[in-house]
């Protein structure tokens, strides 16, 4: 099952800069190991925003929610889901 998920990503001000890197760090390093399992389709910077536009590639909504709530980031996102279908003018092969 193919999601639009949007996330906008809303760090404390005042959270101190190392600690705000060290959750960077390990979002970066869970988002490319989705990635490379095939899980997180897409990545897109939002541009001029803190925030993505992913396509995420799962079994059901239940692994949806297990593997966005396990993102580093999670407690200081916004995220908004989108469930997704093949569109009938598609011509792409790979997109269902
Ligand atoms: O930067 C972001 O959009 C938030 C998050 C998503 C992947 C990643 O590495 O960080």
Redesign the pocket.
């Known amino acids: 099952m193919l999601f639009q998920v949007e996330?906008t990503?809303k760090l404390p001000p005042e959270m101190p800069t190392e600690q705000a890197a060290e959750i960077?760090a390990r979002?970066?390093a869970y988002?490319q190991e989705l990635q490379h399992a095939g899980k997180w389709r897409h990545?897109w910077?939002v541009a001029g925003s803190?925030?993505?536009v992913?396509i995420f590639d799962v079994e059901d909504n239940a692994e949806l929610q297990e593997l966005v709530s396990s993102?580093p980031?999670f407690p200081y996102?916004e995220i908004r889901v989108k469930p997704l279908c093949r569109h009938p003018s598609s011509v792409r092969d790979d997109d269902s």
């Open positions: 996330m990503v960077k979002e970066r988002a990545l910077r803190y925030a993505n992913s993102l980031l996102m």
